[in-house]
């Protein structure tokens, strides 16, 4: 029994480290393999890092590339070439993004993406003969996209659509702590003179760009059930207003009336055919039906409008004027 005892505890002293051994290897099994390869970005990554680990795939050009490939593509217009020019430029994209970004708290690749298209329209219009380095014309396109993008969706309405608005959008807040740093006041008297715009216009755009817009349908106060479209003035005409105007009119109607009757045949029918149809005849047309010229017609016209003036300004004072207090 000894022997039987002794041998069962040397089989369990050999199974121990089998055991331990089993136990690690479930451990290392639990680590997860890391790939060092530096092409692969990490899922971790978010969008933007996918972009620019992309775009740093391209090479930058030489001043001598440049020149070459821009006047290549000024001359044939190749998509190729446009491509290349554009791929080694995206990063300068990038960088100006970067200064825009104060503007535009929410996707950075929106302003990324607008400079892109401004990217491609200054290769469409750079002429390599002049003289001008590609990347230094190109970032005023970049720019001028960013700047329209940021400007026509900073606002539900649109907070500049002028030369001088897109100015001050860009530069007021700049302008403002500069002249602080200066030690004077930033008011709209010296930051219009500074950047050259009106006063008016500094006012304006400090007042859309310190406030938000608010729905007309929103409670004037939390309690309340008065919306801000029920304090907006009518546009339509006052009651009082509607009320005058009908018996003006129909004033000058029997006005009118009486002094069809006090005129003859031919003053009648020009009276009516020329100046109170809604579709009145020609002179030619009226001249014909009485077998004179055109130029009998005008002077009878005319003469009847001089009648009409008189007798309206005598007949109805408080709405035609005299030619002599006029």
């Excluded at 089989?11 to 290897?25: D, L, Q, V």
């Excluded at 960013?146 to 959008?169: H, P, S």
């Excluded at 700049?174 to 006063?199: C, D, H, T």
């Excluded at 005129?263 to 039906?289: N, S, V, W, Y």
């Amino acid at each position: 029994m000894a022997e039987k005892t002794a041998e069962k505890k040397k089989k369990k002293k050999r199974g121990r480290p089998k055991a331990k051994k089993k136990k690690a290897t479930r451990k290392r099994a639990k680590v997860p393999a890391v790939n060092q390869t530096k092409d692969i970005i990490p899922l971790e990554a978010d969008n933007l890092q996918r972009y620019l680990a992309e775009i740093n795939k391209y090479p930058l050009l030489t001043r001598e590339e440049e020149e070459r490939l821009t006047k290549a593509y000024y001359e044939t217009r190749d998509p190729a070439i446009a491509r290349k020019i554009a791929t080694a430029n995206l990063r300068l994209v990038v960088k100006i993004a970067l200064d825009f970004q104060k503007f535009w708290m929410q996707n950075f690749l929106d302003l990324v993406q607008e400079g892109n298209v401004g990217l491609m329209h200054a290769i469409k219009k750079f002429d390599p003969y002049k003289g001008v380095k590609f990347s230094y014309y190109a970032s005023f396109w970049i720019k001028a996209y960013i700047l329209k993008f940021i400007m026509d969706n900073w606002r539900l309405v649109k907070i500049g659509t002028t030369q001088a608005q897109r100015k001050l959008f860009y530069n007021l807040n700049k302008e403002k702590e500069s002249l602080r740093a200066l030690g004077f006041e930033p008011v709209p008297k010296l930051i219009s003179k500074r950047l050259n715009v009106s006063e008016q216009d500094v006012i304006d755009m400090e007042q859309r760009m310190g406030s938000w817009e608010v729905s007309l349908d929103a409670p004037v106060k939390h309690d309340s059930e008065d919306s801000y479209m029920e304090f907006l003035p009518s546009k339509e005409p006052a009651i009082e207003q509607v009320v005058a105007n009908r018996e003006m009119y129909e004033r000058l109607q029997e006005k009118l009336k009486e002094f069809a009757a006090t005129l003859k045949d031919r003053e009648k029918i020009i009276f009516h055919e020329r100046l109170m149809a809604e579709e009145p005849k020609t002179l030619q047309e009226i001249g014909e039906m009485f077998g004179v010229s055109r130029e009998r017609v005008r002077q009878i016209e005319s003469r009847l409008k001089k009648k009409l003036g008189k007798f309206l300004e005598t007949s109805l004072p408080d709405i035609v004027p005299s030619a002599e207090s006029a």
